[in-house]
């Protein structure tokens, strides 16, 4: 017990999580450089790419046609299971990516500060001709270069081991900050995105230096914190605007933590610089969307896959496996029972606008919930489960498995016990708790799964980490709470 309760000291010292940081750095460029500029095969990353070809030629936030159904330079094997997907079938009818997004349409489906910062990566860096997935030729648009791409994921990525030390320190104790900086350093689900093309990665960095930003602004009220915080937090919302909702929690937790030395004026200051973020894109949507939405147009579509479409006949038939089978069994026992079943199938789109088609799914769901409110209570369930659960049984393979019991599989159980332990200033701490449980009550009402889960997970590793100090008495609190 001594030696590891000397490790954690050792891993508590600045020194060492430096050495961290540079490890999990070189870990990730190292992928990058060896990935090049080949995708892997994960869902939603030729659409990014496409909509960075369009930023970066002028043409704005938009869909190519070639996006919509199945793309033209594909093998014939994966070309014949497309073509039996209804999905894909329906896209192609609607001539609509998802069924809502026309191409070659300015589109506010999707959160703007991702797209654009592929469209700059593509403007600054240049292009990658006949982009690919795995090795498999594609005949698409050229893309912005994958590879300065995932090079500055790895900064993001990296960077979070700096601000876990940190909120270990200012909100722990040294050596749990140290411990959550090394499991973060190998975290296989942030490796993971690290190499993607899509928002999970950017998302989490710049969520957590909205928490970074905030617990500096804890321990010393200036103006330059403020700032700071407004603007990641604008940053944060652009690139998931859903968290706009999380924002009378983050004052909540000012005065949680501080109570009557909360300073009110910079901190409306710092909202005002945050919605001075974000305005630009209400401003964009109005002038060519005719809307001044700040919410994204894929809430119906979302809520629809969630929801109605578990007891679609393409759900309930057909060959499934892991979670996918369980949801299968789940609307098969229940359909017989269920009401407004008139609300389950895909709407039979004409020439609605993209903003129409969102506000008819999400009637259609508001219907489908009302009519059947312990179906849906139930769903909330299944959606909890899919957050947390701990094997990705879409990878398959002995090795993701070890991967996920060796990570996931004890920091959950861990980091739940760090929570109950971590209640003495619980006052300080009430941020960590409060993104915690917005996530995960959030996903588990709308649309849940292990990449929702994944922005979130740093908290989880930094109760974990303080578990093991706890249990090993590795470190003591160096604060008090007022």
């Not at 894909?88 to 009818?93: G, M």
């Not at 300080?428 to 009402?445: D, K, N, P, S």
Request: charged letters at 15%.
């Amino acid at each position: 017990m001594n030696r590891i309760r000397s490790l954690f000291q050792y891993l508590g010292c600045k020194d060492t999580v430096v050495k961290i940081f540079i490890l999990g750095l070189l870990l990730r460029v190292g992928m990058t450089v060896y990935l090049g500029e080949r995708l892997l095969p994960l869902a939603d990353q030729p659409v990014f790419m496409d909509m960075a070809e369009n930023i970066a030629t002028g043409q704005g936030l938009v869909v190519s046609q070639e996006m919509i159904g199945i793309p033209a330079a594909i093998p014939d094997s994966m070309r014949a299971e497309l073509e039996k997907r209804p999905e894909r079938i329906r896209d192609q009818e609607l001539n609509a990516l998802w069924g809502v997004v026309k191409a070659e349409t300015p589109t506010a489906f999707f959160e703007p500060f991702y797209p654009y910062f592929l469209g700059t990566i593509r403007a600054v860096f240049g292009k990658t001709p006949g982009w690919s997935i795995m090795g498999l030729p594609g005949e698409y648009n050229y893309g912005p270069r994958v590879v300065v791409a995932r090079l500055f994921q790895s900064i993001f990525d990296a960077s979070v081991i700096l601000i876990l030390y940190y909120l270990g320190v200012a909100l722990f104790t040294p050596a749990t900050g140290g411990i959550a900086a090394l499991i973060y350093c190998f975290y296989p689900y942030s490796l993971a995105f690290v190499t993607n093309m899509v928002t999970q990665n950017t998302y989490l960095f710049l969520q957590a230096l909205m928490v970074f930003f905030f617990v500096r602004t804890l321990n010393r009220q200036n103006w330059r914190n403020y700032l700071l915080l407004g603007i990641s937090a604008g940053l944060t919302l652009l690139t998931r605007i859903s968290l706009i909702t999380f924002l009378p929690f983050i004052i909540i937790c000012f005065w949680l933590a501080l109570r009557n030395r909360v300073d009110w004026g910079k901190l409306a200051v710092s909202l005002i610089i945050m919605a001075a973020v974000i305005v630009p894109w209400v401003i964009r949507n109005n002038n060519v969307m005719g809307e001044p939405l700040l919410l994204p147009t894929k809430g119906g579509r979302n809520l629809w896959e969630y929801n109605n479409q578990v007891f679609t006949q393409e759900k309930m038939t057909g060959k499934t496996i892991g979670v996918a089978k369980m949801y299968q069994d789940f609307a098969i026992k229940n359909y017989p029972d269920l009401k407004r079943k008139d609300l389950i199938e895909f709407p039979v789109f004409i020439d609605e606008t993209e903003i129409e088609r969102d506000k008819i799914m999400k009637q259609r769901v508001t219907d489908f919930i009302k009519a059947n409110p312990v179906v849906y209570v139930k769903l909330c369930f299944f959606r909890t489960y899919q957050l947390f659960r701990v094997i990705p049984r879409h990878l398959g393979g002995p090795l993701a498995t070890l991967a996920a019991l060796g990570t996931w599989g004890w920091i959950l159980p861990a980091s739940l016990l760090g929570l109950l332990m971590s209640f003495k200033y619980w006052r300080r701490r009430a941020v960590i708790y409060a993104i915690l449980f917005y996530t995960v009550g959030t996903h588990a009402l709308t649309a849940a799964g292990i990449p929702h889960r994944v922005p979130t997970d740093p908290y989880f590793i930094l109760l974990a980490a303080y578990f093991l100090v706890r249990i090993t008495k590795a470190d003591q609190e160096i604060f008090t709470e007022n």
